[in-house]
């Protein structure tokens, strides 16, 4: 591991099979893939050993819409990327996210979810999670009451689950110190040398990354991939096509575009005196020594309909909790905690009662009291308008800085609020044994939809026109690049990105394995 800003002005060389733009949960898990099977690799990290927000290293885009949240703090640059700071929940999109037409494997979604059906025992083995697939099967072990209800009014139950603290900071897939891995932090790749060849297969020969003091890597390799999130990769393509003078990929592809999120609303909330109901039907449980927790998909929906998902957040703010996930979250980021005498004083003894719970009951500790409530979670609808582009301005390395325009339509709103009352009109209640909810849309405390930091859509892969990557990873227009971001799937779907991204990062792992 090699840091190019303490190597001064000194110019270095490489030359390996693969060359990965990011370490990341993409690039982390690719590269722990092709190095145990005995390929060389050249991993570059625009941060440091340390992860650290993209403001403090130049990294900041310009909103020419709304401040989209997902571009600043949903994002990390350094050794592990966002999984130093991301939750670590784990779930696949599965067949609920087919709409018609769209169970074949040609289709974006109809490959998507073939792909993850196929290889997440693969990515959950790699991740040492100890177990093989059971989203939807543990559901029917723990609450079988709360699945038939479900069931019978048209919503499915799947349980997703959270990497422990010290694993969701995926730099432990990787061994620093293996013979076939060279990593460079403190290296933003600012050149990209493109070579002609016959239409659609131009090539990457070199690429040169820089650091703010001077220092200097060229990489050589058979193949690159582009693994630095749905935001940075889309910026870095359109800095490869500007380097092959705009005629590399299809002139239709979008890259960059139909940028979208999950947008997160409160649709209701648990009645107070149901509280401690809810806790203990629905409240997260401990399986195989990791938290689980529930969501609710729709099983019948119109073809027309977004894609969303349901689940209850549990309103816990006290000093135990405080507590532990400070000293949790600085375990997953490499740090010291950031706690004094008086925060531990005041937290040691509600720790008994979680540890009580955790380990005797196998259940997260939820206090009497909690404010419990019912959230939404809808995909955007794609729109063209929202999108990154490459701006006039330039930044530390002289690289162009990235324009984000992003924003909440009035479809989506729409979205918002039929989609609610759908969901609550379908919601068992008290007569099966479940929590009652207290709709809060149009009640005079309509919450504004936030984004989920799951950004989707700016490297879409497929087989039309506008796909930015074909069903294989490789980018449109090349013989030797390849992206590997959550901005890979056509919208955000019924889950959290990052599990399904694995899936298709297992697969291009074996595809670049058998070309090399």
Known sequence: MIDLGSAGREELAESSDVCIVGAGAAGLYLASRLVSQGKSVTLLEAGGRVCDEGDRIGMRPVFAADPYKGAMDGRAFGWGGSTSRWGGHLI???????????????????????????R???????????????????????????????????????????????????????????????????????????????????????????????GRVRVSAKHFIVAAGAIESARILLEVSESGG?????????????????????IGDVEPNDRAHAARAVGPRFANGRMRSFRYVETRPAPTEPRSFAHFLFEIDNPAFRLAKETLFAIQARRFPKVGVADVVRGLGGLVSFGFDRYGRARLHIPPGTPVHLQLDIEQAPRLSNSIRLGDERDALGRRVPIVTWCVSAQDEENIRTTADRVLSRWPGPSS????????????????????????????????????????????????????????????????????????????????????
Not at 180 to 201: C, D, F, H, P, Q
Not at 246 to 251: A, H, T
Not at 436 to 441: E, G
Not at 490 to 501: C, D, E, K
């Open 120 to 214: 997440s025992i693969a990515v959950l083995d790699r991740l040492q999670i100890g177990h093989d697939s059971d989203f939807e099967d543990l559901p029917r072990r723990l609450i079988p009451n709360v699945v038939e209800a479900m069931k019978g009014n048209g919503l499915a139950v799947l349980a997703g689950e959270f990497l422990p603290f010290r694993r969701r900071n995926l730099v432990y897939l990787v061994d620093e110190k293996a013979e076939r891995l060279r990593t460079y932090l403190n290296a933003v790749v600012s050149s990209w040398k493109v070579v002609g060849g016959s239409e659609g297969s131009a090539g990457i020969e070199s690429i040169e990354a820089r650091s703010t003091s001077g």
């Open 246 to 266: 705009g005629r590399i990929f299809p002139e239709r592809a979008r890259v960059g575009a139909f940028l979208s999120d999950h947008l997160s609303c409160r």
């Open 433 to 516: 044994g479940l929590p009652a909810i207290i709709p809060v849309l149009g009640r005079g405390v309509d919450p504004k939809p936030h984004d989920a930091y799951h950004p989707v859509g700016t490297c879409r892969l497929g087989s039309d026109d506008e796909a930015v990557a074909d069903l294989s990873l490789r980018v449109r227009g090349t013989g030797n690049l390849w992206v590997l971001s959550t901005g890979l799937f056509p919208t955000a779907g019924t889950a959290n990105p990052t599990f399904s991204m694995l899936c298709l990062g297992d697969a291009l792992a074996d595809t670049l394995i058998a070309r090399l």
């Open 92 to 118: 696949p999109h599965t067949r609920l996210d087919l709409r018609r037409g769209e169970d074949d494997d040609g289709s974006p979604w109809g490959h998507v979810v073939s792909v993850v059906e196929q």
